[in-house]
Structures are given as structure tokens and as C-alpha cells.
């Protein structure tokens, strides 16, 4: 059973196009995260919600939209892509509240290719 | 902010030999640290953590962690390499008492094991 499942693993597209990435996790997880990992390997956070809510929102270009349906599902939305978005996202999660929140879990990455 | 820097972004070390990661934290009151470990094209793993507990941290695969304030280090360390211990190595922190899980990574630094 996989933990953190992502789809798709790979996604090829030309600018100016729209895409989502889902994240499923069966982990029983209140937290999830979107992380976006450059091609110098350099991670950085880009949103999490708990149970649906959002709690943080970094500098983000406001193509980029998550949405959480429910507190096991978690999806990214980037409209008008750009080259510069070409990258690994990363979904995680973990438990809520105290030192377990930093225990995440990660999915396999999805690998963003805008042509 | 915090924030941690990897000293080494690249590592090559034989099987069998020591295993030293550097890691080193830029804050005056003492952060939550962590290690991560990414095989090739998969996600995140976390190794280790330190939460204001024990300074001397025990992770999976061998691996521990000291922390030492008067140096703000958290270097990781195996004492014998394994072929599979191949992969890059992020240090990470966050603020204590920011239950939000808000993590920020280093550079990472990738680990070779020649034979």
C-alpha cells in the first residue's frame, strides 16, 4: 500500500498550459504539504493545509492553486505555465500539532517538464 | 529566519568508511533540526530529528546526530558506509514551537560509496 501517492509521475507541457497534480494520502494524516524541488535539488515549501484548512502560503505566484476536498487529498492547479515552473512537486504529510508534525511523509514526486 | 547550510555539496566516501555530513543551523535560540534522506527518484525519508531532548540523536540505517549548540552544528554521521546509503542528504529546520510542520532545507549534499 502505498503511504503518499501521486499522480502524474511525469508530466510533459507547453507554456501557457493548464495542470493539476493530485495527492492521495491513507496514512490517516491531518497536515499535508506541496514542495517544489528546482533542478539544483533546492526544496522549498510551497502551501499546507490541515484538515482542508490552509495554514501556509509562502511567496508563491498566484498561478499556482491547491485545493483540499477532504483532508486525505490534496492538489495542485498551475495555470499559464511558464518555463520556470519546470520542476519536481513534491506532496508530504503528517500528523497535526507538536513535535509529529515534522515527521512527513513523502510521495515520489511528480516531474514537471514545460516545454 | 531560520536557515542551515550544508557544507559540502558532494561527498564521495568508500564502503566501509566514515560517513560525515555537515550541517550547521544560523539562529541564537536553538532550533528544531532534522535530516532527510532522497534515494534516487523517490521522495523524501526522514532519518533523525531533534527536538530539545537527547543532543546525541539516533536515526534509521545507522545514522545519528549531535547537536552542539556552542558550534550550531547537527552533523550526521555512519560509521561504515553501505553501497545503499548512496543518495543526497538534507538538513533541515524549523522554529520550536512552530507546530505547523514549516520546514526549511539546505542545499542537500549527495553521497557516492564507491566500492
Known amino acids: 500500500d502505498t503511504a503518499v501517492s501521486q499522480t502524474p509521475k511525469y508530466l510533459v507541457t507547453q507554456m501557457g498550459n493548464d495542470k493539476s497534480i493530485k495527492c492521495e494520502q491513507n496514512?490517516?494524516?491531518?497536515?499535508m504539504y506541496w514542495y517544489k524541488q528546482d533542478s539544483k535539488k533546492f526544496l522549498k515549501i510551497m502551501f499546507s493545509?490541515?484538515?482542508?484548512?490552509?495554514?501556509i502560503n509562502e511567496t508563491v505566484p498566484n498561478r499556482f492553486s491547491p485545493k483540499s476536498p477532504d483532508k486525505a487529498h490534496l492538489n495542485l492547479h498551475i495555470n499559464s505555465l511558464e518555463l520556470g515552473d519546470s520542476a519536481v512537486y513534491f506532496c508530504a504529510s503528517s500528523p497535526w500539532g507538536g513535535d509529529s508534525s515534522y515527521e512527513q511523509y513523502f510521495g515520489p514526486g511528480t516531474r514537471l517538464t514545460v516545454t | 529566519a531560520q536557515s542551515v547550510t550544508q557544507l559540502g555539496s558532494h561527498v564521495s566516501v568508500s564502503e566501509g568508511a566514515l560517513v560525515l555530513l555537515r550541517c550547521n543551523y544560523s539562529?541564537?535560540?536553538?532550533?528544531?533540526l532534522f535530516w532527510y534522506v532522497q534515494y534516487p527518484n523517490q521522495g523524501l525519508q526522514l532519518l533523525l530529528k531533534y527536538t530539545s531532548a537527547a543532543t546525541l540523536v539516533k536515526g534509521i540505517n545507522g545514522f545519528e546526530a549531535e547537536f552542539k549548540k556552542s558550534e550550531t552544528s547537527f552533523h550526521l554521521t555512519k560509521p561504515s558506509a553501505h553501497m545503499s546509503d548512496a543518495a543526497e542528504y538534507f538538513c533541515?529546520?524549523?522554529?520550536?514551537?512552530?507546530?505547523?510542520?514549516?520546514?526549511?532545507f539546505g542545499a542537500g549534499t549527495q553521497v557516492v560509496v564507491t566500492p
Open positions: 493545509y490541515n484538515n482542508k484548512e490552509l495554514i
Open positions: 539562529s541564537s535560540v536553538p532550533p528544531y
Open positions: 533541515a529546520v524549523s522554529d520550536q514551537g512552530d507546530s505547523w510542520g514549516k520546514l526549511q
Open positions: 496514512l490517516g494524516h491531518d497536515t
